[in-house]
C-alpha cells in the first residue's frame, strides 16, 4: 500500500468515509507508476525499438545513453534499463532519495525543492555526457518535474548559493510553475533547451512524465525542448510578484543587463528535434480515481479544469461546490479535482503546504457534516517540501478549529494536522503528476 500511515488515517473522524477516499487516492497514485506505464509503452524486438507507435532501429547507434533528473525519473530509468539491458553504454539519473542501484544507469542523489552542491555536480556530470555524445550515438532523456533543482548549472555570473536563494524565492512568491520556470530557464546553463542542444549531433529521445496542466513540453521536459518562453516573460514575472529587491545582487544585475544573446534556444536553434514522448500525463491520477470510483459504483464527478490558483482561493470555491452538492446529491457522492495550487508565503511563515492548506480551508469553509471528507495530496509524496504528502480532513478535525485558524494565517498548517493525526504520508511515490484532490459526501 502506498499510504503509509492508514491504519492511524481510519481510526478516527468518519471512518467508513476515509476508507473510500484513501482507496480512491491509493488508485489514483498507482494509476500514474511511470514503471508500469513505460512498460506497457516501450518494447524491443530484433533491434527495433518502439514507443507507442514509433519505431527507431537501434542497430544503427554506437552507444545508447539514459540522462535523467526528476521526482519521476528513476521508474522511467529502471524499465529502460530493463527493456534494453546491455545495450545501455552508460547513465545517470538524478533523484531525490536513492532507494536502489540500477546495473547499467548510476543512481546520483541530489537535493530538491532547493538545489544543494550535490544538484551543481550532477548537472556537471549529466551535461558531460550530453556533450561527448556524437554522431551515431542515441540519448534517452528521463527528465520530469524536479529536475530544476536536481540539476542546477547556473551562468558563471552567478554564484551558486545566489542561484539557491533565488529558488528559495520564486517557491514562495505565489508564482505557478510555469512562471516560476519562465525565470529559471533563463538562469541556466542546461534548462531551457540547453542540454539537448549540448547532445547534438546525437539523436535525442524524451520519456517523460507531466506535472503541469495541459502538458506543455517545455515545462515538463524543459532541459531537452525548444523553449516557448522568453527573456521578457521572465522580466515579467519579477515584475509581477515585486521581486527585484529580494533577489540577490547577481541575479539581479544578471537580468538587468540581459540580451538576446542569452535568451533560451527556440525551435529554430534546433538542428534536429528530440523526438518527445509523454508517457504519463498530468491528469492520471484523477482518471485513476474516476475509473475506482466506476468499479466502486460510487456517483462522481471530475472538475475538468484545474486548480491553480491559491490555496485559500481554490478552497473557498470548493467549499461552495460542496455545500451546493450537499443539499441536491443523491449520497454517496464524490468530487474529484487535480491542478497545482500555491501559496503566497511571508518572511516568517511555519512548515505545510498547498494541499494541507487547500484540506483545512475548505473543511473551515464547507457545511458542517459528519460525513464529509476532504483530501488533497501531492502525488509525488511531498507537499510544500515536507514528508507528508498532504491531508485528510473531517468533523474530526474541528475539534482543532482554533488552532487550525491560527495555523492558517501563519502558513503552519502540519504541526496542528499531525496533532490531528490527519497528514496522509505516502513517502516517495515514484511519479510526479498533478496534484489529487477527493471530497466525499457520505
Given amino acids: 500500500m502506498q499510504i503509509k500511515n492508514y491504519d492511524e488515517l481510519i481510526s478516527h473522524g468518519f471512518s ?3 476508507k473510500i477516499v484513501l482507496d480512491l487516492i491509493e488508485h489514483g497514485i498507482k494509476s ?4 508500469y506505464a513505460v512498460k506497457r509503452s516501450v518494447s524491443i524486438e530484433d533491434g527495433i525499438l518502439r514507443i507507442h507507435s514509433f519505431e527507431i532501429d537501434l542497430r544503427k547507434y554506437r552507444n545508447i545513453y539514459v540522462l ?3 521526482k519521476a525519473s528513476f521508474p522511467l530509468a529502471k524499465a529502460l534499463e530493463e527493456i534494453l539491458g546491455e545495450r545501455i553504454t552508460e547513465g545517470i539519473v538524478v533523484v531525490r532519495e536513492k532507494k536502489e542501484e540500477l546495473k547499467r ?5 541530489a537535493s530538491h525543492p532547493i538545489p544543494d552542491e550535490r544538484s551543481y555536480k550532477a548537472a556537471l556530470r549529466v551535461a558531460e555526457i550530453a556533450k561527448k555524445a556524437n554522431n551515431g550515438d542515441l540519448i534517452i532523456f528521463t527528465i520530469t518535474g524536479g ?3 536536481l540539476l542546477s548549472l547556473p551562468p558563471p555570473e552567478i554564484p551558486f548559493e545566489d542561484k539557491r536563494e533565488l529558488h528559495r524565492i520564486l517557491l514562495s512568491c505565489g508564482a505557478n510553475i510555469k512562471e516560476i520556470n519562465a525565470v529559471r530557464k533563463h538562469i541556466s546553463m542546461i534548462k531551457g533547451g540547453r542540454l539537448a542542444l549540448m ?3 546525437a539523436d535525442v529521445i524524451n520519456l517523460t512524465v507531466s506535472d503541469v496542466t495541459g502538458d506543455p513540453l517545455d515545462y515538463i521536459t524543459g532541459p531537452t525542448v525548444p523553449d516557448s518562453s522568453t527573456i521578457d516573460d521572465a522580466l515579467r514575472v519579477l515584475d509581477k510578484y515585486g521581486l527585484w529587491k529580494a533577489i540577490p545582487e547577481s541575479v539581479r544585475r544578471y537580468f538587468r543587463e540581459i540580451d538576446e544573446s542569452k535568451e533560451s534556444p527556440k525551435e529554430k536553434d534546433f538542428p534536429k528535434l528530440p523526438k518527445t514522448f509523454i508517457i504519463v500525463r498530468c491528469d492520471e491520477a484523477i482518471r485513476g480515481a474516476a475509473e475506482r470510483c466506476r468499479e466502486l459504483g460510487i456517483s462522481h464527478e471530475v472538475i475538468q479544469e484545474a486548480l491553480e490558483g491559491e490555496s485559500r482561493e481554490d478552497a473557498l470555491r470548493m467549499a461552495e461546490l460542496i455545500r451546493e452538492r450537499i443539499e441536491k446529491v443523491t449520497r454517496p457522492h464524490v468530487i474529484l479535482a487535480y491542478g497545482e495550487n500555491v501559496v503566497k508565503l511571508s518572511s516568517s511563515h511555519g512548515t505545510g503546504g498547498p494541499n494541507q492548506e487547500f484540506a483545512l480551508w475548505t473543511l473551515l469553509n464547507s457545511p458542517e ?3 464529509l471528507v476532504i483530501c488533497s495530496v501531492d502525488t509525488d509524496g511531498s507537499d510544500g517540501g515536507t514528508d507528508a504528502a498532504g491531508a485528510i480532513v473531517d468533523f474530526s478535525t474541528l475539534r482543532f478549529r482554533e488552532e487550525i485558524e491560527v495555523a492558517l494565517n501563519n502558513h503552519n498548517c502540519y504541526e496542528i494536522l499531525k496533532k490531528a493525526g490527519d497528514l496522509v504520508f505516502t513517502g516517495e511515490t515514484g511519479t510526479n503528476v498533478n496534484d489529487l484532490k477527493v471530497v466525499y459526501i457520505g
Avoid at 105 to 109: G, K, M, S, Y
Fill in 32 to 35: 500514474a507508476d511511470p514503471y
Fill in 147 to 149: 529536475s530544476s533543482a
Fill in 369 to 371: 457534516d459528519e460525513r
Fill in 16 to 18: 467508513d468515509g476515509r
Fill in 105 to 109: 544507469i548510476e543512481v546520483i542523489e
Fill in 199 to 201: 547532445a547534438h549531433p
Fill in 68 to 70: 535523467g533528473a526528476g
